[in-house]
């Protein structure tokens, strides 16, 4: 009855998008990944530009890991376009730009975990196997009154059990469309719309009273706060310098202006004494601070900190790290940063 319901529901209401229709494994892996902890009218545009860019596997597979990246950029999850990359070329180069029709094949993908293999393997290949995102678990404890954290490994098994027994077999892949749906659009996490819900009769949260508080999710790792401090160095000639960030950290592979990382937000002063500029003071002829405050940039577990320091000097510095010069404002556009770079960028040259 659920199922149906859910089903029908969709049939009315399901937003046109354009990996729908005749799903291709090809498109519904693009927007399953791009569309992850991003809502659609967010994530669309760069789904579009991505299909308009790398048409088939096989572009994204040729495709330098620069350009993925600089199309990625204000996407987030950066490494989410790293395995995105690595996949396009293993099913390019080992599977002829098939991708495999089965869930256990699917998921030794690199970054295809269990939703996004469920999600392939049902929608493209009708397996009947249950797809659970934040979407389906809103709504499967808000009807059934599951009360376990949706974040504990325990809650993880127990709504994948759900899901499974729920799952409409005879059309999995339009029934997993429908839920999610219905979550995104009816059983919103705020201010759903039980008054107009299909289901709202068996829905336990709707009779006990207890829609505001589920799903329960256990309390979200400790927020880490970090200091940045980008370095912009400039010649007379407008000469710039770019650093590849190679660390496993935050914004693997993107560039910044050279950094200096900080336990707190430093002066102008305590700035003129770090090693880095002892080494570069022959050489330096003016630092500005360009943002009065530092700027607050809030990542899921981080909260960063940052400010960029303009630093006037005749001659860029050679001794640091993982760098090259770039000439222009021109050449600066076309490499790969992080949002909290770009803004100054686009300041910069507005
Ligand atoms: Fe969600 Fe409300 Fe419908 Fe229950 S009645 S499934 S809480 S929209």
Redesign the pocket.
Known sequence: MFSKSILNWYNENKRDLPWRGKPEAYFVWLSEIMLQQTRVAQGLPYYLRFVEEFPTVHDLAEASQEKVLKLWQGLGYYSRARNLHDTAKVVSANFGGVFPNKYKDLKKLKGVGDYTASAIASIVYQEPVAVVDGNVY??LS??FGVETPINSTEGVKQFKALATKMLATKSPGLYNQAIME?GAL???PKN???VT????SN????QQNK?GE?PVKLKKQKVRERFFNFLVFQDAKGQMLLQKRVEKDIWQHLYQFPLIESKHNLTLAEIKKTALLDNEKKVLQSIKRWNEKPIKHVLSHQKIWATFWCMAVKKLPENIQNTQQIANKQELMEFAVPVLMEKFINFKNG
């Open positions: 809103r709504v808000r009807f219905f009816h059983c919103k759903p719309q039980c819900c299909p289901v709202q829905c336990i949260a709707f829609v589920l």
